[in-house]
């Protein structure tokens, strides 16, 4: 009995040691404690990839959808090529609006819209008059443009803009001659403007702007009538709303 057990004991001891020389031999401990929780490297995966600048301050998208209303004084003049004494001058009031995209640049935007302007009836005296009470009379003052700004942000709200466009003008003459006032039929041609002025972001969507355009329509031809065009420099105020339909979207 007390062999059997000694041979127990030795066959034991025998295994552990076997055990523990083929655990020497695959190689150093394993901590499971610490499985699926590995250091993480401190450095973002990120941070070697570029940035791009989509908006100076608010984070806009790379581009917006927006809508304008304008007004203010039209100083407007007709005159005729062809006759040196049909020149006139009135001030007139305009309003109109746009629609438009603008693209976000690192130092501001680049706006595409298409405008559309009205202005008030023009009726004034010839300069050097070819007869006492003689007048210019002008109706039905329309034009439709398509404009191209670029916007330069000074400040995060306060920034300049500058450029123009062409599109088409049109307006029906008349002209009061003796007490009499005749009109021709409507009639269009090539206009062109171009300006610029200063803005104030007053929030993320909403900007307002001060500016000057010069604002002008080739001649105009017409059987029985003397050559004309139209000419005007505008100082207008602007509200621009960007995203107006985000609302709807939801």
Do not use: K
């Not at 790379?62 to 039209?74: D, E, F, H, K, N």
């Not at 005296?125 to 034009?143: M, Q, R, V, Y």
């Amino acid at each position: 009995m007390a062999r059997s057990i000694l041979c127990g004991v030795l066959a034991a001891a025998v295994a552990v040691g076997l055990t523990a020389a083929r655990a020497a031999d695959v190689g150093p401990e394993i901590d499971l404690s610490t499985f699926g929780r590995e250091a993480a490297d401190p450095a973002s995966v990120w941070d070697d990839l570029p940035l791009q600048n989509v908006g100076r301050r608010f984070g806009t998208a790379p581009r917006r959808v927006y809508l304008s209303g304008m007004i203010g004084p039209s100083f407007a003049q007709v005159n005729s090529p062809a006759e040196s004494a049909l020149l006139s001058e009135d001030t007139l009031f305009a309003a109109g609006g746009a629609i438009g995209i603008a693209f976000e640049r690192r130092n501001g935007r680049l706006r595409l819209e298409t405008e559309g302007m009205g202005r008030g009836t023009y009726d004034a005296e010839f300069l050097a008059t070819p007869a006492p009470g003689d007048t210019t009379i002008l109706t039905n003052n329309w034009s439709v443009m398509e404009n191209v700004w670029r916007d330069y942000m000074l400040t995060d709200r306060f920034g300049i803009y500058g450029g123009g466009g062409i599109g088409a003008g049109g307006y029906i003459l008349g002209e009061q001659l003796a007490g009499d006032t005749l009109y021709a039929s409507p009639a269009a041609n090539f206009a062109w403007q171009f300006g610029g002025g200063l803005l104030w972001e007053l929030s993320d969507r909403l900007t307002f702007d001060v500016g000057y355009r010069y604002f002008h329509i080739n001649t105009i031809s017409q059987t029985g009538v003397e050559p004309n065009q139209f000419s005007s420099s505008e100082l207008m105020f602007t509200l621009r709303l960007y995203e107006p339909f985000r609302n709807w979207r939801r």
